[in-house]
């Protein structure tokens, strides 16, 4: 059987959560070793061809955390890099950058932390074109920053999420049903955690959710309102979390034609 995978170092499960639990405590965090961090800028080129960042709201809720992304803050009067950055903070505005230390995703992105996924087409290296805030987030980053990539939205609409890696969830006895029977993941399938009393752990043995067909009988047989955990087939677009759910979706509508939009990225740890 495939290894279990485990994506995250900073969450654990959270109470009456439904979305995806991707992040998981993992022998990371407790050997109190290093983690990984992203950094990224996603781009778009304008119609003279010039690569520009993509710039969304400050979210008040988040403090000055959310407006200090590529490390042009406090504003670096002398930095030319840093100068369009200053000015869209003056109106509100911050890079729309991806957050979250998701190692099923950096595993699929670049193979960092997790080699265990299938990459991303992504190329590898620094954009000579990049635009001025991701410059300027590599030269704040210096040495530190390793793993350089950048991805194209045309390349990344071709990556197939539907592909599946072995994880560990806890199901309504309905959404467990319905995943095995379908092959359609849903994220109103995840039981919601609560106290952790009542969950039933069951072990499936088997790669792919045609074999476990044959455990159906034995999974109706629990109470209606039964909660189990298990060890199954997902899919990447759950291990992917909000990177697929949110901002997948969010870098469609910047332009009509994918190849016009990317994201710039890198790690350090």
Known sequence: MAPLLNCGSMRLRQKNRSAPTYWTKST????????CDI??????QNPKGKWEAVYRPI???AGSYDADITMCFPPKKKDGNCQNEINQFAKGMTPASLRGRNYCLFGMLAGVRNP???L?????GKPKDASPEYKAMLRSLGIDGHSHHYLYLDKLLSYDFKQTAMGSEIFSKKGLLEYIKTGVFLETYIAHYGSGKGIHQIALQGASLH???????????LPARAK????IPLPYSYFAGEFYSDYLPFMKTIDSDPAKVRLCYCFDN
């Open 228 to 231: 189990i955990e298990t060890e």
């Open 120 to 124: 991303m087409p992504a190329k590898k």
């Open 28 to 35: 990371e965090w407790e050997n109190n070793t290093m983690g």
């Open 116 to 118: 265990n996924f299938n």
């Open 59 to 61: 979210d008040p809720a």
């Open 39 to 44: 950094h990224t800028i996603l781009e778009h």
């Open 211 to 221: 074999e476990l067909l044959k455990y159906c009988s034995e999974i109706e047989a």
